[in-house]
């Protein structure tokens, strides 16, 4: 009985790293995200350069398709399944964001940061476990994607969010009502 715990307190911590492992493409969008939306905050005279959150959020996804090729294969976080699939589709996805972003304009760091969020919830999707987990995947992928739309320089774009945002309310609605049902 005496190494009993530290045998769980090792099993826990290896499990605790490989878990961080496999967060680790999620913890580099959420950090760019921030980062981009930090370097907004800034004053505007004093910034380098408009192309700072551009290249910021390039990083960001670069550092999360280098965490998201080497993340291990056998974490398992309680609300996610980490497996080929949702990995290959997780590196799809921040793959297939590198020219969105390189052929958004500099002016203005929040359609980066509302990219970045809106991979998140891509890389959610692609990682869920259950229910919840792409409930939340999809909230966190959807919502910002309305902000995109709004912010478009169409006459339109308004009115073509608050569509986007009702009828996503709804399947969100009929998403919960089936979950609670299930």
Not at 26 to 33: D, I, K, V, Y
Not at 143 to 152: E, K
Not at 158 to 176: M, P, R, S, T
Request: glycine share 10%; hydrophobic share 60%.
């Amino acid at each position: 009985f005496g190494t009993f715990p530290s045998r769980v307190g090792a099993w826990a911590m290896t499990g605790m790293l490989s878990a961080l492992g496999f967060l680790g493409p999620m913890a580099a969008l959420t950090a760019g995200s921030l980062a981009v939306l930090a370097i907004g905050m800034g004053n505007r005279s004093s910034r380098p350069s408009a192309r700072l959150p551009k290249a910021v959020a390039v990083a960001a996804v670069l550092l999360a398709l280098a965490l998201g090729a080497a993340a291990p294969e056998a974490a398992r976080p309680p609300l996610f399944r980490f497996d080929m699939l949702g990995g290959a589709m997780q590196l799809v996805f921040l793959a297939a964001a590198l020219p969105l972003l390189y052929l958004m304009s500099p002016s203005d760091e929040a359609p980066p940061a509302l990219v970045l969020g809106s991979l998140l919830g891509m890389a959610l999707v692609a990682a869920s476990g259950n229910l919840l987990a792409l409930f939340i995947g999809l909230e966190l992928m959807s919502i910002p994607a309305y902000l995109l739309v709004a912010r478009s320089r169409c006459a339109q774009a308004l009115e073509a969010a608050v569509k986007y945002f009702f009828a996503g309310g709804a399947a969100g609605a009929f998403f919960l009502m089936g979950m609670a049902l299930h």
